[in-house]
């Protein structure tokens, strides 16, 4: 963000922002394919996870064979794009993040609003998408290898800005066309950017279409004219790339949101552990993409651990993320909501606390719930091996290190593993042995920012 901007400075602007958002006339929105105007037969509303009354307009429901019909226009613009010389799209990419920065807190707020981030998270999406910009702009050293064709870039709740549009602008800065699907619960500051940054040559390299029915999405990722898709997220989104990718030739590139595990392993202040834990597992309500959903500790420090994160959950706050008092706000969608309740209802007595939907005044309309711990699990359960993206914990006891790091290498890690501990020689270890892109040592994990892969050298 603005370094020159106070903390005070900041809190005005994204209230400025946040209530402008607010205010406007809500606009439908098209599809946009090589710089042209695409409708379909079929629309469908998108509205505020913080309150249903909260409307962005209607976005396109896509026909599954739209990139059939679309794609010899993407190629075609490929080949226009990929023409371009390195100090060209230099200059673009200088544009883009000129227009990213003047519209910062708008695009914070949009994010907020759609997405039900809280202020710090929803600022922390556009500082992420500025520090990719200024990196893929000195990573652009002439020779550089011409593009390789049009790339799908496909994006979940878990990042409603930084994730797709990181991984959008490191293909095009590659020289490649991006067919770009945002995710379909909150498209809005995807849509945002793309208004704001998609002029001249770059309004035709890069497309953007809404699918929340996912037909037209598997089209996109099968079609032989594809060079290469690139995913960032959780859930079916996922999982069908990841069955996509089997052409050799097919380029890939893949950010998945896993359980991100924690080793508790000692710590001479275990309250300040707990909220540690707790931030790492239920800041954005679990869907991060680095949102923690499994805890280690060790046998000899589990009761104090325990306590401590019964005793700090009691008062994680939930509420609109407008309020700068909560620690989270809502879950993505009405669906995501009706998840977590039959989840909740499988699993009954291993809730160990939370787990209920919160109503009352100004939570009615959205979809806010009561974070969910759980301990007494099998080890082999799923919620023990298994990512859900929401806002469950489970915590798991092992009787020594060679335990704990077992339990924890046999989940979907993610992007991250945290080890919390006093001890050098167990934080060491784990550093070691651990199965991540990110380490995380005596601190939450929300430092860690998506879009790890972003970088142009992905995409030659």
């Known amino acids: ?88 799209r230099r200059g673009i990419l200088e544009q883009v993040r000129e227009r990213v920065q003047r519209q910062r807190y708008r695009l914070a707020a949009v994010v907020s609003i759609s997405a039900g981030m809280t202020e710090t998270e929803s600022l922390f999406e556009v500082e992420r998408l500025l520090d990719v910009i200024e990196t893929l702009h000195e990573e652009m050293e002439p020779p550089m290898s011409p593009g390789k064709g049009p790339w799908a870039v496909l994006a979940s709740y878990n990042s409603p800005l930084a994730g797709p549009m990181s991984y959008a602008l490191s293909a095009l800065m590659a020289g490649n066309a991006v067919f770009l699907v945002p995710p379909h619960e ?49 859930g079916e989104l996922v999982d069908e790339a990841m069955f996509t990718h089997v052409d050799d030739e097919l380029g890939f590139v893949a950010e998945i949101k896993g359980m991100n595990p924690a080793l508790v392993a000692g710590n001479d202040n275990m309250d300040e552990v707990a909220v540690m834990v707790l ?40 509420g609109d993320p407008a309020d700068s008092t909560v620690d989270t706000g809502p879950l993505a969608s009405p669906e995501r909501l009706d998840e977590f309740t039959s989840l909740i209802r499988e699993l009954g007595g291993k809730v160990l606390h ?14 806010y719930v009561q974070p969910a711990i759980l301990m007494g699990l099998e080890d082999e359960h799923e919620f023990n091996c298994i990512d859900h993206s929401l806002p ?27 080890v919390f501990s006093s001890s050098q020689e167990v934080v060491e270890r784990f550093l070691a042995e651990m199965k991540a892109d990110v380490a995380y040592v005596n601190s939450s994990n929300n430092r860690i920012a998506p879009g790890t892969r972003a970088m142009i050298a992905e995409f030659l």
């Not at 793309?194 to 390299?205: H, P, R, S």
């Not at 089209?219 to 997220?233: Q, T, W």
């Not at 469950?392 to 009787?399: N, R, W």
Request: charged content about 25%.
């Open 186 to 234: 909150c498209p809005a500051p995807c849509f945002m950017t793309f208004n704001a940054i998609a002029t001249g040559k770059l309004a035709e390299a890069l497309s953007i279409a809404t699918d929340p029915d996912g037909a037209m999405r598997r089209n996109l990722m099968d079609h032989p004219d594809i060079a290469g898709v690139a995913v960032c997220g959780s």
């Open 279 to 318: 931030k790492s597992a239920f800041s954005y309500s679990g869907q991060r993409m680095d949102s923690c959903s499994k805890v280690v500790v060790l046998e000899d420090h589990a009761e104090e651990f325990v306590s401590a994160l019964l005793k700090n959950a009691e008062v994680f706050k939930v």
């Open 392 to 418: 469950f914990l489970s915590v798991q006891t092992a009787k020594d290190m060679d335990e704990a790091l077992g339990m924890i290498d046999a989940c979907e890690t993610g992007i991250s593993a945290g």
């Open 1 to 88: 963000m603005n370094q020159e901007d106070t903390p005070v400075e900041r809190k005005t602007k994204f209230d400025a922002a946040f209530n402008s958002i607010l205010n406007n006339e809500k606009v439908d929105q098209p599809n946009w394919i090589a710089g042209i105007k695409y409708g379909a037969s079929k629309d469908y509303l998108v509205s505020s996870p913080i309150d249903i009354s909260i409307q962005f307009g209607r976005f396109q429901r896509s026909e599954a064979d739209l990139p059939q019909s679309v794609m010899p226009n993407v190629v075609k613009a490929h080949g226009s794009w990929s023409s371009t010389s390195v100090e060209e």
């Open 354 to 367: 939370g787990g209920k939907v919160l109503r009352g005044e100004f939570l009615d309309e959205g979809q």
